[in-house]
């Protein structure tokens, strides 16, 4: 299966900008659904932003306009860069994918974060206000 990998996280202050990197090495983002989740301590899991190979995003209501998913397949590399953080956004972060069927069967935009079966081992996200 896949190995999807994060990278990016740390700390910064409110107001502050990261931007998350997952790799899939071998396998192409643009031909499936992905998808990054976050879980903050004692909360459950929830998702982010999910994006189709088309560029068909969708997000969260409290990510948007912040936060902005996009895909290189070329690197095959998953992103998501988060502007205007809040200390609510601290949490780990993940990269998700469906690799069950192609993006068109099923497109991310109608069920974010639904049908994941891939997932990174997550990247910490801490913002100090």
């Known amino acids: 299966g896949i190995q999807l990998v994060e990278s990016g996280g740390g700390s910064v202050q409110e107001g502050g900008s990261l931007e998350l990197s997952c790799a899939a090495p071998g396998y192409s983002v643009s031909r499936f659904c992905m998808a990054w989740f976050r879980q903050a301590l004692g909360k459950q899991r929830e998702a982010v932003a999910g994006?189709?190979?088309?560029?068909?995003?969708s997000y969260t209501d409290s990510v948007k306009g912040r936060f902005t998913i996009s895909q290189d397949n070329t690197k095959r590399i998953l992103y998501l860069k988060m502007n205007s953080l809040k200390a609510e956004d601290t949490a780990m972060y993940y990269c998700?994918?469906?690799?069950?069927?192609?993006?068109?069967?099923?497109?991310?935009?109608?069920?974010?974060?639904?049908?994941?079966?891939?997932w990174g081992k997550g990247t910490l996200v801490t913002i100090s206000s």
């Open positions: 994006i189709d190979g088309d560029g068909q995003t």
């Open positions: 998700a994918a469906d690799l069950k069927m192609p993006w068109q069967s099923r497109p991310c935009s109608g069920r974010l974060g639904d049908g994941m079966d891939y």
